[in-house]
């Protein structure tokens, strides 16, 4: 039973640091995109209020890593790299709108586009990122048993755990905060008046800058 418990620890700080580097190519791949987009103009891209992550890149490497583990050709890692990823944005999007009122993407009028959540051209990026995983990401993987085994590195990731458990629940409040803002409610707590001061509308629009905040009729 111990055993089994090591190991499932050991593969959850496995899963853990694929997520961090997940997270950190994902924002790589947003801001060389939002670069080309924009004109030569760096724009922020960020998935988090703190650090260089975009989450759904996380989750995106450690669906591939779980399910393409003992996937090594190419042609079928795309094809389920590319229903997987388009399944995952689409999720994604879903739950941003349901919990966050909000939305980061909206394909509506693309070719081939799911309810503006995903379509045909993104789901082929994310075909070609599932080949990149396994060409050049997967490399690094095994070197991350290096990282379990290592006791200073067993510190850090502690250390980063409960740093990114922090920056996902401050950036999912403060983004919840903002929603109230924009349908002029005023702040309820010390809570409110902290995200209200720490966390205005400047910085979180600078932070997500390509989110568009769902506000309905009655709301206002």
């Not at 703190?50 to 989450?55: K, L, R, S």
């Not at 109230?180 to 001061?197: G, V």
């Not at 966390?199 to 997500?208: A, G, W």
Request: aromatic fraction near 20%; include cysteine; glycine fraction near 6%.
């Amino acid at each position: 039973m111990k055993d089994y418990i090591k190991k499932s620890w050991i593969f959850f700080i496995k899963l853990f640091w694929i997520f961090i580097l997940g997270s950190f190519f994902g924002y790589i791949v947003e801001t060389i995109y939002a670069y080309i987009i924009s004109g030569g103009h760096f724009v922020v891209r960020q998935g988090l209020v703190y650090g260089p992550f975009i989450q759904v890149y996380g989750l995106g490497a450690m669906i591939y890593y779980i399910l393409l583990l003992k996937t090594q050709d190419t042609k079928k890692v795309f094809i389920y790299s590319f229903f997987m990823g388009g399944a995952l944005e689409y999720i994604c999007s879903f739950m941003q709108e349901i919990f966050l009122k909000s939305i980061s993407w909206d394909y509506s009028g693309s070719f081939l586009n799911l309810n503006g959540r995903t379509n045909f051209v993104y789901c082929i990026f994310w075909g070609l990122i599932g080949i990149a995983f396994l060409k050049i990401f997967w490399r690094f993987v095994p070197n991350l048993d290096k990282v379990v085994s290592s006791k200073k590195w067993r510190f850090i990731t502690y250390i980063l755990m409960i740093f990114i458990f922090f920056d996902i629940t401050i950036s999912c409040i403060a983004c919840t905060r903002q929603n109230e803002r924009h349908k002029n409610i005023p702040p309820k707590n010390s809570l409110d008046s902290f995200l209200d001061t720490k966390y205005p509308d400047d910085f979180m629009n600078k932070i997500y800058n390509n989110k568009i905040l769902i506000i309905n009729e009655n709301d206002t």
